[in-house]
């Protein structure tokens, strides 16, 4: 309820807050401009958010390897129609608008797209190096950290180690059971920085691992700090 009640103060849902955000920071930074996406400059996250909403192909090929290259042929060819200034304006624009009335992003945003936005904004933010974390609103931490329940477990689900995560003022999840043979590896940071280790970004977040040296390795393996 802490969530929706802010929200409603600013007639935003935190979706629309989240994309409002992304669409900054990529207004911010020039269409070469570096992210943590490996091998994608600005103009191509940009052109990843616009056609994860309005094409089903793109929309179909993240989730089903078989249109994985046909969706990334689609990305590159709006990425590159977006590499002056202005193209790239005009692709942020798009960015910042709502989905379609007939994607389920539409009427499915805040389920979907609350984290994907929110790791997106530091994608970009924290491109072309170490920069400090936003501060965010309690309400929305609370957000992240609710669904980091669900997807931090999902990201992680392949993981022989066990993971609980523990935010900095101590409240604890265990978002990933061990498997026989591996104990838990205890991962400390802010709720934002927790996410963007869940979704393969520890490497520019500031987070504490903790456990077996075996099991850190096994773990940072997968999701580099």
Not at 11 to 23: C, D, I, K, N, P
Not at 66 to 73: P, V
Not at 109 to 122: A, M, Q, S
Request: net charge neutral.
């Amino acid at each position: 309820m802490r969530a929706r009640a802010a929200c409603d103060h600013a007639g935003m849902t935190w979706h629309q807050v989240e994309r409002a955000q992304l669409a900054q920071a990529l207004e911010a930074v020039p269409p070469d401009a570096p992210t943590l996406c490996e091998g994608w400059q600005a103009r191509h996250l940009a052109a990843h958010v616009v056609l994860r909403e309005h094409s089903a192909v793109v929309g179909a090929g993240l989730v089903v390897p078989a249109f994985a290259a046909r969706a990334e042929a689609a990305i590159e060819r709006l990425a590159d129609s977006a590499a002056n200034e202005g193209s790239y304006r005009d692709l942020v624009a798009r960015v910042a608008a709502p989905p379609p009335g007939w994607h389920p992003m539409s009427w499915a945003g805040e389920l979907t797209n609350v984290v994907e936005f929110f790791v997106h904004t530091e994608d970009v933010r924290r491109g072309a190096g170490p920069t400090p974390p936003r501060t965010l609103d309690p309400a929305l931490v609370d957000v992240l950290w609710k669904h980091l329940g669900g997807a931090g477990g999902h990201r992680l689900r392949h993981s022989p180690v066990g993971v609980v995560l523990v935010r900095d003022d101590g409240l604890r999840r265990r978002v990933r059971k061990p498997r026989a043979g591996f104990g838990t590896v205890v991962v400390r940071g802010a709720v934002g920085e927790l996410v963007l280790f869940a979704f393969g970004r520890g490497a520019a977040a500031d987070v504490t691992v903790q456990g077996a040296p075996l099991d850190v390795e096994v773990l940072t393996d997968r999701l580099p700090v």
